[in-house]
């Protein structure tokens, strides 16, 4: 019987599908995922500063994960709120950093707990700051721009916590499937569900980057996932309505793993110039400034693009007199450029800025 996307998806079937999931062509593609995977993973573990790759490469997706949500913000506002929290900040750009929030919730959370239901939980109550749980309201349904409904995922909370029990048994069983194609079959078995009134995108997209984690792919959640998926909208709800209405696995599943090869390469080769570019400055600094040169130095204004004297501080570098003297020095260099705002000065490096925006 074909699929009414008006009525509650109650018979979602459960994990893992009926259909064939590795097929020659998956498996192919997934040889090259787990490779290029591989390779970022064994470059971001040479990065002597993971706070940069986390604090900085992280927004990035946080800020295209929200936006496929339509939530939009832009790279100054992002960084000048991530830097300032107490100040005047826009709705968007708050709810964008608590993404980060869950992400880097999510990622301590690993060390003592594994993937569940509770953790998704407190996944999203951090992106939507409210006390909300497992959907127990009826009515939900997800539209297109024109108000066609396109999908009713299933109804009732017994039902919602029974796939979510069967999605965490999926995730934590010791079969054969390839992780990979196994983080694409549970990303859409997660979304179908849709086990929460708002934020599920987000969630999910989450829980994909701490799956890979949890596998033992990635030691840190540095994949730009979102950037793919928000390039390739469209295809990427075509071919989730495509599993639940023709079971079209394969189209799906290599979908994600060209999602991870494109992004796992894109950042490997940001890594790669933030690292060149890193190695630049300090030669610099070292030439030309060698009396405040230090190589704790550098990397303090390579966590952020924007710098402030409390972060030398608080790195032990300096107390705030100096540090200041520090950063001027380094603007006269060129390679900070000091912006006055308020009673504070930021130090940006508009060169890490620009690759991060990249």
């Given amino acids: 019987m074909?699929?009414?996307r008006t009525l509650p998806h109650n018979d979602l079937p459960p994990l893992p599908p009926a259909a064939e999931l590795e097929t020659r062509a998956v498996l192919k593609r997934a040889i090259e995922a787990n490779r290029v995977l591989a390779n970022l993973r064994g470059l971001a573990a040479q990065i002597p500063n993971q706070i940069l790759l986390i604090n900085s490469i992280v927004l990035q997706e946080?800020?295209?994960?929200?936006?496929?949500?339509?939530?939009?913000t832009t790279n100054d506002a992002l960084y000048k709120a991530d830097i300032d929290p107490d100040g005047r900040t826009d709705p968007h750009t708050k709810e964008v950093l608590r993404y980060r929030e869950a992400l880097k919730f999510g990622f301590a959370a690993l060390k003592d707990r594994p993937l569940s239901t509770n953790l998704f939980v407190d996944i999203v109550r951090i992106i939507k700051q409210q006390d909300i749980g497992v959907r127990r309201t009826s009515g939900t349904a997800l539209k297109d721009g024109t108000g066609q409904i396109?999908?009713?995922?299933?109804?009732?909370?017994?039902?919602?916590?029974?796939?979510?029990?069967?999605?965490?048994h999926f995730i934590h069983a010791e079969d054969d499937f390839d992780p990979l194609?196994?983080?694409?079959?549970?990303h859409y078995q997660f979304e179908a569900i849709h086990p929460f009134d708002d934020g599920n995108g987000r969630t999910g997209r989450i829980i994909n980057l701490l799956y890979l984690v949890q596998a033992g792919l990635l030691d840190i959640p540095v994949l730009f996932l979102s950037r793919y998926i928000m390039a390739n909208k469209p295809q990427y709800y075509a071919l989730l309505r495509g599993v639940t209405e023709q079971q079209a696995w394969e189209p799906w599943v290599l979908y994600m793993l060209d999602a991870i090869i494109s992004t796992a390469q894109q950042t490997h080769d940001q890594v790669t110039r933030i690292r060149t570019l890193m190695e630049e400055v300090r030669q610099r600094v070292q030439q030309e400034a060698p009396s405040i040169y230090s190589k704790d130095l550098i990397e303090v204004i390579f966590r952020h693009p924007y710098t402030k004297i409390q972060?030398?501080?608080?790195?032990g570098l300096?107390?705030?007199?100096?540090?200041?003297s520090y950063l001027q020095k380094l603007a006269t260099l060129g390679v900070l450029r000091p912006e006055k705002q308020g009673r504070e000065t930021?130090?940006?490096?508009?060169a890490l800025f620009a690759e991060l925006a990249h």
């Fill in 2 to 4: 074909a699929h009414n």
């Fill in 62 to 72: 946080a800020r295209l994960s929200s936006e496929i949500e339509n939530i939009v």
């Fill in 150 to 168: 396109i999908y009713t995922p299933p109804v009732g909370e017994s039902v919602i916590r029974d796939k979510l029990g069967n999605l965490e």
């Fill in 181 to 186: 194609v196994k983080m694409a079959v549970m």
């Fill in 311 to 315: 972060f030398l501080v608080d790195a």
């Fill in 318 to 324: 300096a107390q705030r007199q100096t540090a200041s």
């Fill in 346 to 350: 930021y130090y940006i490096n508009d």
